[in-house]
């Protein structure tokens, strides 16, 4: 079993940038692949960013190719989310999940173990 808890979320200013981190516990962190979902108020729960088990393969959102970088330690068993050149559409609580497919993927349904969210505003 995997429990997540997300931090770094805040205000910021559009163009400006945070740095999201997410802190597992549990013996099996390096094996599970990893991902960052958003959701915007009255909006589904999107997509982000996703990295494999060993930090090989990383995926991304179109809306966030080139701005957001995903990384993990698994050491630290922490996954991270920079996050550049914000603008105001990212605005989002902002969740970790876990799955159990060391490969990552893109979909929610992936994913079994979620963090409770970390709320990222910016302003414009």
């Known amino acids: 079993q995997v429990q997540l808890v997300e931090s770094g979320g805040g205000l910021v200013q559009a163009g400006g940038s945070l740095r999201l981190s997410c802190a597992a516990s549990?013996?099996?962190?390096?094996?599970?692949?990893m991902g960052w979902f958003r959701q915007a108020p009255g909006k589904e729960r999107e997509f982000v960013a996703a990295i494999s088990w060993n930090g090989g393969t990383t995926y991304y959102a179109d809306s966030v190719k080139g701005r957001f970088t995903i990384s993990r330690n698994n050491a630290a068993k922490r996954v991270y989310l920079q996050m550049n050149s914000l603008k105001p559409e990212d605005t989002a609580v902002y969740y970790c999940?876990?799955?159990?497919?060391?490969?990552?993927?893109?979909?929610?349904?992936?994913?079994?173990?979620w963090g409770q969210g970390t709320q990222v505003t910016v302003s414009s």
């Open positions: 999940a876990a799955s159990t497919n060391s490969m990552a993927a893109m979909t929610r349904l992936s994913y079994y173990y």
């Open positions: 549990g013996r099996t962190f390096s094996s599970y692949g």
